[in-house]
């Protein structure tokens, strides 16, 4: 595992979080383990696809893009979104 740190904005929490992924993850790998520490918690569950973009941005990452893939730096800000 490579570990890479990332600043994570969850849609509709108040909180932003230093969470761990993987280089090798996947956009909605990546998804996953922010709604981990999100949803139940402060965020109320919700059916939809989660998706990942840069803060800020609204062009979203593919979803089986890797975070090495992605150009993202180490701690840089996304937000996880549910897809419209």
Not at 40 to 68: C, D, Q, W, Y
């Given at each position: 595992?490579?570990?890479?740190?990332?600043?994570?904005?969850?849609?509709?929490?108040?909180?932003?979080q230093?969470?761990?992924?993987?280089?090798?993850?996947s956009?909605?790998?990546?998804?996953?383990?922010?709604?981990?520490?999100c949803?139940?918690?402060r965020?109320?569950?919700?059916?939809?696809?989660?998706?990942?973009r840069?803060?800020?941005s609204?062009?979203?990452?593919?979803?089986?893009?890797?975070?090495?893939?992605?150009?993202?730096?180490?701690?840089?800000?996304?937000?996880v979104?549910?897809?419209?």
């Amino acid at each position: 595992m490579s570990a890479f740190p990332v600043h994570a904005a969850f849609e509709r929490d108040f909180l932003v979080q230093l969470v761990v992924v993987d280089l090798n993850d996947s956009m909605d790998q990546v998804a996953e383990k922010v709604a981990y520490h999100c949803v139940n918690r402060r965020v109320a569950p919700r059916e939809g696809v989660m998706r990942v973009r840069k803060h800020r941005s609204t062009e979203l990452f593919p979803r089986e893009m890797t975070i090495a893939e992605s150009g993202l730096k180490p701690t840089e800000v996304i937000d996880v979104v549910f897809e419209e």
